[in-house]
């Protein structure tokens, strides 16, 4: 069994929540283990003694640059149960203020801007296939969205 000390992923919303369409910001990124660039919500293992909620915000402004007024908590998972307790506790954000981001030696990314029907749809056609991002989407466009 592989130990975790869990992480935490948000879906940024460059919109407001209530826009017809809302703009979220997908990352893309090199992935070794996919052997290409995979579509992904920015995500991050928890510091010791970091909260999910500080672990959120600090990942957001590291991989992109963006700042968040609003984080709200959409649920906590096991990653893969079968083999590691990793829990992974997911956001939505919003009123984003941009600023710089601070991307680790080893990250190569790219800012994605997408609506979140094109999300929904990347979700359905197999291009968007990363598993915390596909639940990030998936919860946001039914509970942030829906109510």
Same mark, same amino acid.
């Given at each position: 069994?592989?130990?975790?000390?869990?992480?935490? %992923?948000?879906? @940024?919303? $460059?919109?407001?929540?209530?826009?017809?369409?809302?703009?979220?910001? &997908?990352?893309?990124? *090199?992935?070794? %283990?996919?052997?290409? *660039?995979?579509?992904?919500?920015? #995500?991050?293992? $928890?510091? @010791?003694?970091?909260?999910?909620?500080?672990? #959120?915000?600090?990942?957001?402004?590291?991989? !992109?640059?963006?700042? %968040?007024?609003?984080? =709200?908590? $959409?649920?906590?998972? *096991? !990653?893969? @149960?079968?083999?590691?307790?990793?829990? =992974?506790?997911?956001? %939505?954000? +919003?009123? &984003? !203020?941009?600023?710089?981001?601070?991307?680790?030696?080893?990250?190569?990314?790219?800012?994605? @801007?997408? !609506?979140? +029907?094109?999300?929904?749809?990347? =979700?359905?056609?197999?291009?968007?296939?990363?598993?915390?991002?596909?639940?990030?989407?998936?919860?946001?466009?039914?509970?942030?969205?829906?109510?």
């Amino acid at each position: 069994m592989v130990r975790h000390p869990g992480a935490s %992923a948000v879906v @940024p919303f $460059l919109d407001p929540l209530d826009s017809p369409d809302p703009r979220i910001l &997908l990352i893309r990124q *090199y992935r070794y %283990a996919a052997n290409g *660039y995979v579509y992904e919500i920015p #995500a991050g293992r $928890l510091d @010791p003694g970091e909260t999910p909620e500080d672990c #959120a915000a600090r990942e957001l402004r590291e991989e !992109t640059g963006y700042s %968040a007024s609003d984080l =709200i908590r $959409l649920t906590t998972f *096991y !990653t893969t @149960p079968g083999f590691t307790d990793e829990q =992974i506790h997911l956001f %939505a954000a +919003s009123g &984003l !203020t941009e600023g710089n981001s601070r991307v680790e030696a080893d990250e190569v990314l790219d800012l994605a @801007p997408v !609506t979140l +029907s094109r999300a929904m749809a990347m =979700i359905a056609s197999g291009e968007l296939v990363d598993g915390k991002s596909m639940i990030g989407v998936l919860f946001a466009e039914r509970f942030i969205r829906r109510g």
